[in-house]
Each structure stands twice: as C-alpha cells, then as structure tokens.
C-alpha cells in the first residue's frame, strides 16, 4: 500500500491537450488532483474533468489478466507466456500464408499515451505489415490532405493574440485543444479590441460568447466559406503582396472566388448576406487572424473542401508567421504517416520519397558539419529520411499524386491511414487481399468507427484478431485475444500531441504507482512478442548491447552506424533500442532516445535555441536526459518568421492550386445543400463534446456529475411539434439504427438539428446512454478522403408507445 501526501507530477489524459496536473496517490488512487503550475503548456489551467480522473485509473473495470476466446464466444483466463507464443505462431502462420501486409493494424495511443506507440510500429515492421491507420482517419485526414497539397505540415493559431479568431465548427469551450482554452476565450470574448467568431449550426457554449456566430444550416460550410471567401476576392480585400512573395498558383483560385454568386451561397447555408460580408471585411481590416476547424466540418459533408476553403480565409489574408496568426511547428514525433507512430507510405497526400543528402543538407545544416557529412553521412540519411520533421522538401505538384490505396476497395490512403470509413469493407469480402488478422491497441473501433454492427461482423471474419486494453471494451469483446495494459499511470508514458509554437512542448510522465498485477506495459507486450517472432539477429542485439555497456556516444556511433548499414533494421528501430538499452533507462523510454536524436537532427536551430545545443549528438542527448526528468520540456523554440522554415517546399511558398479541389469547388454552384429525406427529416449530430464526455476513456458512468445518460438536445420548436419536454423519452432512427434516449430541449439548436454526446453507450454493468456509432453508416463519408458524416446522420424522431 502507498501511503503519501508528497505532489507527483503528471498529465490529464483526457483530452489531447494533456494538461499538466499534480497528483496525491494513497492505497492506488489518486485522491487529490491539481493543476501544475510549473507545465509550460498549461500553467497550472485544468478544466473540470481532471479533477475526476480515478475514475480511469481505479473505476473503470480493469484487465488483469490476458484473454482466450472460446468457441461460445465467452473468454478464459490465460497465461502470459502462452498468450504471447501462441499470438506470435498465429501471426507467422499468416505471415507465411497470405504476407504480412493482411495483418492491419489499428490504433497504438489514445489521448495520453503514444509511447507503446513507437514499439507497436517495430511489431508493424517485424511482421512487414503495410496497412495501418487510426482515429485520425474519421476525422483528420481530409485537412491533413489539404495541408499536403498546400506546404506539408500541420496548422495552428495563435489564439491567445490574434485579433480576430474563426472557429469553425469548433466549440472548444468544451472540447480545448489548445491550451488554457477556456481562460483565453474570456480573454478574447470580454477584449473589445478582438472579435471571436464562430460557424456552428448550434448555439455552442462558445458560439454563445462569440462576437459574431453565423449558424449555419447543418452540412452547408462548404456555402458559407466559399461565401467569405468570395467576399474577400470581389471587394478585393486579399493581401496581394502576400500572394505574390509566399505563395504559386493562387490564379485559378481567385478564378473561382470570382464566380460565386455571394447572395445564392448565403441564402444556401442559411446565414444573412449582410452577416457574410461584415465577417469577411471584420477578417480582412485584423491585425492577425486565426482559424481552428474541428468535427463540425471534419465529419460533415464536404469535409476536405471545407478545409481547403477555411485555409484560404488566412492565406487569402496573409496571416502567417505572424504573432497572432498561422504557423506550422516543429514535432517530436510526426502523427502522420512518416513518423513513428503510425502508419508508413505517402505523407500528407503525396507519396514520400527519399530525399537527397543535397536536401537533407538544407534542413540540418548545423549538424551536418559534424556527422552528416563525415564517415558517417551516408549511414545517417536514410534515418534522417524518416525524422520528425515529416516528409522532405518537394517541389510544388500541381497534380494529385495517385499515392497509396487500399488492396480491396482501392481507397485513398492520406499520411499512410486507411480511412475508417473502408475497414469493414476491406475485410468483409472474399477478395484474395482482404485483410486477415487485425493488431488494435489503446482504441475501441467497435464503438467509435461508424456502424458498429459491420465493424463487429469483420472483427469476427478475422482469422485472428488481438485487443491491447486497460478495460473490457466493446472491441475487446470480439476480439481472439485481449491483452491487458498497465495503466498510463502506471507506467512511463507521453503523447506526440505536441503542436506548440514559437515554444513547443513535450511530456514524459513517470508512474504514480506500480502496475496492477496481472497487467503489462505495451513495451514489454511488444517486446516479448517481437522477441518470440525471432526475426533480429542475436548478433545485432549483442553489438548494440555491447555497444551500450561503453557509454552513450559510443552506443549513438554504433546504433546509427548499425542500423544505417541495414536499412532493413530501421523499422525494428524502437525494439532494437530497447533491447539494448532497457538497463539503463526507466523502463519503455529507450524508443524516446532515437527520437530525442532525430528531432535533434530534424529541427538544429530550434533545438539549439531551446536550450540543447553542441556538436554531434550531443543536443539529442541532453534533450534526452532533460525529458527523462518527468516535467514537461520546451524542445524547440523559434521566431515567429521561422515558422517559414516549416513549409516543406524547396522556394518555401505555399502551392495554392489543387485541381480536384477547385473542381469541386466550382460544382458547389449546382449541387445539392441538403441531405435529409421526408423518411429522415432531421439531421442527427452523433458525437457532441459535452462538460463530462472523454471519447470511451472512462467507462464508468458514476464519472458525469450531469447529463448522466447523455440526453438528446432538440429545439424548442421541434420538442412542440412533437408534444416532448426536458427528461421525456423519444426513439431516434436512422437508416442503420435505432435508439430510444431521454431528451433535453433547448435553444442551442436550430430547428431539424437534433444532437447527441460522443462516447456514451459503453457497457460496464450495463449500458448508460446511446453508442452513436449504431446509428451511424459506412457510405455517408467524404468524396476524397473517405471520412465519415458523423456530424451529419439523416434521421427521424418517434414517440415511444407506453
Ligand atoms: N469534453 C470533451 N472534450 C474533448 C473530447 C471529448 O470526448 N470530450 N474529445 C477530443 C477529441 S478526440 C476531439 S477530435 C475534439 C473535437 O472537438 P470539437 O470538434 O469541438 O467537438 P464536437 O462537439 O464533436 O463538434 C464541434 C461542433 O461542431 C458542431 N457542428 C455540428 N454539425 C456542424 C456543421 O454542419 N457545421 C459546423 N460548422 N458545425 C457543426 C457542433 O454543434 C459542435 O458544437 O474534442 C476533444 N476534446
Ligand atoms: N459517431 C461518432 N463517432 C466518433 C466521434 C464522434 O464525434 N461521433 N468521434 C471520433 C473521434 S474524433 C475520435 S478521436 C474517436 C475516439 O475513439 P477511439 O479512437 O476508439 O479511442 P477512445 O474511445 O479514446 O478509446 C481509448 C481506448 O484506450 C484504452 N486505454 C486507456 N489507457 C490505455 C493504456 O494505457 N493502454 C492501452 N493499451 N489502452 C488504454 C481505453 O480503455 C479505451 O478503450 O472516436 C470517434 N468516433
Ligand atoms: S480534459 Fe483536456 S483540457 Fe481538461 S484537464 Fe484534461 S487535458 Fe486539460
Ligand atoms: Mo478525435
């Protein structure tokens, strides 16, 4: 028993902000939770959830041991080392059948741990899987293709100074991300000086504080954009100096701005002309102005369109690399396809390649003096190829690549994901390359990928399927083997989420207690598994252990000399690393010692400045040992000018034209605004962000101290013609699905827009709330990138009987 009154730091896990907290643990619980004033992030800001987080660590009922299913569908306890023996022999016996491709692989980290992350991606490479993807692929990966296409990295605000900030279908008063989210939306509301504005067809609790809300007709943002957008061109109200020095092909975009008819798009998306055309002006006269688009527009028809025409409002404007504006940011590890945490193949929407130590010398030039040019360049660039950083320099590409597709349905995979949308669909089918066996770790699909009923169909059509869980999920339930986890308090963890600028931070968290007996971290699973496929020479293994036993810049020339000689190694990376250095770190962290180097090779200068500099590996070994101190690092600082230096382009502009897009673009003119049907009359938001939702994260229901079923919002209108109050009950249905809900009325939606909460609908001694995902169908996705309409389901209300 642990018994003390000493603060120990740790992060909130609840949400992708990971706010810094501090922590009282007594007997395993922890029992007193506050802000960490100390986190560079967060400043000591938590919102209410935090303060509730036993319910994950002691409440949600754990896995203590790994699982077998049997025949009947119910599960026996099992050992670990048969676990992993017979696991290991199923996934070699495929292997040699089919190819290591048909082994998929879903997940690898949540929204506080991605450090099993870095190991689940060596078991990838030792199986030679190719297929992966994650949650980001229902929600992401359409803006991550448009980032592709137009400077290769990943976006952010500056919230906290801009002007005037756009949220679009965003309502981070209760979803965050981004940090101290609800002080600096005070801040913004009360300043007379700054305008907030929002797009939301519901009068959110942040559109509520805004200055100016223009609330759309559901599924219509792509009219609304377009509109603001139109605006800006037709009043000539664009910043042509910017267009001129930063950007290429911005002709056949301001083309199409042109012929949008401003009224026809207003009266479209159901928001005054008028209204339109002030926020366009309002965008135009700021200082700075900002943007953050989220599910709103990223689950709703036109998804990737709306980001491209959202993009454009601050490029348009030249609101970049300014205080208060855009800017791409340096990673510690890359989410999208390049890095290690998920998937390989094509970065954001164009295939990688390898880049050239011409190009590589661009990029690193501080270290180049000292390692990358000297004996061991040629050993050093083919990792360099694979850095934090993300996809190298590409010249500008005014076509869609054809990239990488998946082997059944031929979808579009974006940053090497396969959209979630098309999973069932690659495996519920006879095709020769139809996916056999399926690896999901630190995600519940069967609950959050839209329509569960097939996701649950082609887990069990699997030849073998494995669950990597702290909890008995719904995922779980289907799965041939469960295999329990150690808490992320338990054990070292940290996220990649790290999307901070000019000063971007990361956070290595130590445990606040021993692991629940029974449980394993993902490292050690991994490990044992990779160990029982035998596919690394014991050689290699003794080399680099060797290597180790000498210090730490003897094992950096051996591993990288290693591992550069062989390419084929590179994959097994994070394990290799492990093997050899797990004596001599805290446990799991040998993975982040590769990172610390390669984000050191990746981003020199920023590094440098943030306090990590020398010659040779010297920065990404003191960033190293600084992490491994438990609070959270500054790990690149920069200029906001510097933030040019991230658009991945060798003239470092932006590439405006994206062909497909603006075709698209220009068909809005003629196209269909609305999707309902007289059977489907309402439109159904599955998946709201509400005061106590956490994705499935904490299962158990005592957790909510309100809106404890997760009531069905309708408006007031809607509720009188259907003769419902606040607490009545009503059946929704949908073309997948039906389920019967309590209802709350409110002024917060529009009439025909009915809501209800993400993340609800778990069974832990029973169901509490609706599970959206039964209501939801696989074919209502996006046209390009294949992300679903969770935000925009067609249903129908009825009145129970009785
Ligand atoms: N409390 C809490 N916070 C969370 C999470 C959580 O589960 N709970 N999850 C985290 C995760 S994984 C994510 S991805 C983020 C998501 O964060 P958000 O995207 O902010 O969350 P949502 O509430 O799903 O959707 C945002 C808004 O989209 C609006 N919307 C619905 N339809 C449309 C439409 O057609 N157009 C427009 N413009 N808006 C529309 C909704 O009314 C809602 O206000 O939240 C993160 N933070
Ligand atoms: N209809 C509808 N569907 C949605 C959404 C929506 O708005 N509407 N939102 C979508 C979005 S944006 C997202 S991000 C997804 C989220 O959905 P998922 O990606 O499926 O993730 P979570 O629900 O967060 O599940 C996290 C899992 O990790 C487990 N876990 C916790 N800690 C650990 C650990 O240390 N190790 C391991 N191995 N496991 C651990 C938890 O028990 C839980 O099962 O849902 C999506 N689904
Ligand atoms: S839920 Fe998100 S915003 Fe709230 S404390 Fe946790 S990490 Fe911070
Ligand atoms: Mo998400």
């Not at 077998?68 to 676990?83: F, N």
């Not at 500099?613 to 000018?641: M, N, Q, S």
């Not at 230096?645 to 502009?653: L, Q, T």
């Not at 259907?722 to 699905?737: N, P």
Request: proline content about 6%; aromatic content about 8%; some cysteine.
């Amino acid at each position: 028993m642990t018994e003390t009154t000493t603060w120990q730091k740790s992060a909130c896990i609840l949400c992708e902000c990971n706010c810094g907290i501090e922590v009282q643990v007594e007997d395993r619980h922890l029992v007193k939770i506050r802000g960490d004033k100390s986190h560079p992030g967060s400043e000591g800001y938590t919102c209410e959830k935090a303060l509730r987080l036993d319910h994950y660590q002691s409440r949600t009922q754990r896995l203590t041991s790994p699982l077998r299913r049997r025949e009947d569908g119910s599960y026996e306890e099992i050992d670990w080392d048969t676990a992993i023996a017979e696991i290991a022999a199923r996934l070699q016996a495929i292997r040699a059948e089919h190819g290591g491709d048909k082994i998929f692989f879903y997940g690898g980290g949540g929204q506080g741990n991605h450090l099993g992350a870095t190991y689940n991606k060596a078991l990838q490479g030792a199986v030679r899987a190719r297929y992966t993807s994650n949650a980001l692929a229902q929600e992401k990966t359409g803006e991550m293709y448009v980032d592709g296409r137009l400077y290769g990295g990943h976006t952010k605000g500056d919230f906290e100074r801009a002007e005037v900030v756009v949220f679009v279908g965003k309502n981070p008063w209760q979803s965050h991300s981004f940090p101290r989210a609800r002080p600096v939306l005070r801040e913004l509301a009360k300043d007379p000086a700054r305008t907030m504005v929002v797009i939301d067809p519901r009068r959110s609790e942040t559109a509520a504080m805004a200055d100016i809300h223009l609330q759309v007709r559901p599924g219509t943002d792509a009219w609304c954009l377009a509109a603001l957008g139109a605006v800006l061109v037709q009043e000539d109200l664009v910043d042509h100096e910017f267009l001129a020095e930063h950007t290429t092909g911005s002709e056949p975009v301001i083309a199409a701005y042109h012929s949008v008819d401003v009224a026809d798009y207003a009266e479209r998306c159901g928001v005054p002309e008028e209204l339109i055309r002030s926020t366009a002006r309002r965008i135009a006269e700021a200082e700075s102005v900002c943007t953050y688009e989220d599910l709103g527009i990223q689950q709703a028809p036109h998804s990737t369109l709306s980001s491209y025409l959202n993009k454009m409002l601050w490029i348009l404007t030249g609101n970049f690399a300014k205080p208060g504006a855009m800017f791409l940011h340096s990673w510690f590890v890359s989410l999208s396809g390049s890095g290690p945490t998920s998937g390989g193949g094509g970065g954001s929407g164009q295939p990688r390649r390898t880049p050239k130590a011409a190009e590589l010398a661009t990029r690193v030039p501080s270290y180049l003096p000292t390692v990358a040019s000297g004996p061991l360049a040629s050993l050093v660039h083919p990792l360099l190829a694979k850095v934090a950083n993300g996809p190298a320099l590409k010249p500008p590409s005014k076509q869609a690549s054809p990239g990488r597709r998946t082997p059944v349905t031929g979808a579009r995979i974006i940053s090497g994901l396969v959209p979630c949308n098309s999973i069932a669909e690659e495996i519920l089918t006879d095709h020769p390359d139809r996916f056999r066996a399926m690896w999901i770790d630190s995600v519940n699909p069967a609950h959050s990928l839209a329509d569960s009923d097939s996701f649950r169909r082609a887990m069990r059509a699997l030849e073998l399927s494995v669950v990597v869980d702290v909890a008995f999920t719904e995922t779980a339930r289907q799965a041939d083997y469960v295999l329990p986890a150690s808490s992320q308090f338990e054990k070292w963890e940290c996220t990649f989420f790290n999307v901070d600028f000019p000063k971007n931070v990361f956070h290595l968290r130590a445990p606040l207690m021993e692991p629940l007996s029974g449980t394993l971290a993902e490292v050690e699973i991994y490990t044992r598994v990779i160990r029982a496929l035998d596919v690394v020479d014991e050689r290699v293994l003794d080399t680099l252990r060797r290597a180790a036993r000498r210090g730490r810049s003897q094992f950096a020339l051996t591993f990288f000399a290693t591992v550069g000689a062989n390419p084929k190694l590179m994959p097994l990376a994070p394990y290799l690393l492990h093997e050899a250095l797990a004596d001599t770190v805290p446990p799991g962290t040998a993975s982040l010692w590769g990172a610390s180097h390669l984000c050191a090779m990746a981003n020199p200068d920023s590094v440098r400045r943030a306090g990590f500099g020398g010659r040779g590996f010297a920065p990404g070994e003191k960033l190293f040992e600084r992490i491994l101190t438990g609070e959270a690092v500054a790990f690149t600082v920069d200029d906001y000018a510097d933030a040019w230096s991230y658009v991945k382009r060798p003239d470092r502009r932006f590439t405006l034209e994206v062909p497909e897009l603006i075709e698209r673009f220009e068909a809005l003119a003629d196209e269909p605004s609305s999707w309902t049907s007289d059977e489907y009359p309402f439109v159904l938001s599955a998946g709201e962000r509400r005061a106590f939702t956490a994705n499935t994260i904490i299962r158990d229901a005592s957790w909510r101290r309100r809106d404890g079923e997760g009531a069905l919002r309708l408006s007031p209108a809607d509720a009188a013609d259907l003769g419902v109050g606040t607490g009545d009950r009503l059946r929704v249905v949908t073309e997948r699905g039906q389920a019967d809900t309590v209802v709350e009325v409110t002024e917060m939606m529009q009439a025909g827009h009915i809501s209800l909460p993400n993340g609800l609908g778990v069974d832990q001694d029973g169901v509490t709330g609706v599970a959206p995902n039964e209501l939801t169908s696989l074919h209502h996705r996006d046209w390009l990138a294949g992300t679903p309409w969770h935000k925009h389901v067609p249903a129908r209300l009825e009145l129970i009987d009785g």
